[in-house]
């Protein structure tokens, strides 16, 4: 699978480009789009059950750039094939080590050992 995006910038260019010339570039190879992001006004009750509305604006002085979903997915991609495997392998082995941790452990003890092993690996307590 030929990956489109991969390549297109190289490290020359981007030590010498300005940011200007940088942010042209890019655009001139879809690889950002301009974006207006809504602005969040006010929040106001219906009449419906727990019901509200919210009221947004779009402001032409908070434009941006964001990179493209072309990019996004190609990315993805690239990522999804290349680590996949990796992925599948450290999850085989950690549910090895886990159910070897917890062999003959009650289902409740072994719900509070898992749930303190995601606190440490996503909360990094």
Do not use: C, W
């Not at 260019?13 to 300005?18: A, K, R």
């Not at 032409?60 to 290349?82: G, W």
């Not at 085989?92 to 003959?104: A, H, V, Y």
Request: charged share 30%; proline share 2%.
């Amino acid at each position: 699978m030929k990956h489109k995006y991969f390549g297109i910038l190289t490290e020359e260019m981007h030590n010498t480009l300005s940011d200007e010339e940088m942010l042209n570039f890019l655009n001139k190879n879809h690889l950002i789009e301009s974006y207006i992001p809504p602005t969040f006004i006010e929040e106001r009750k219906t009449d419906e059950k727990n019901g509200f509305e919210r009221v947004i604006r779009f402001y032409q002085k908070d434009k941006t750039n964001r990179f493209s979903s072309h990019l996004i997915k190609e990315v993805y991609s690239f990522l999804k094939l290349f680590m996949s495997s990796s992925i599948e392998i450290n999850l085989l082995m950690f549910k090895k080590n886990f159910e070897i941790n917890n062999f003959g452990i009650s289902e409740k003890k072994q719900k509070k050992s898992a749930l303190k092993i995601f606190k440490e690996f996503f909360f990094l307590s």
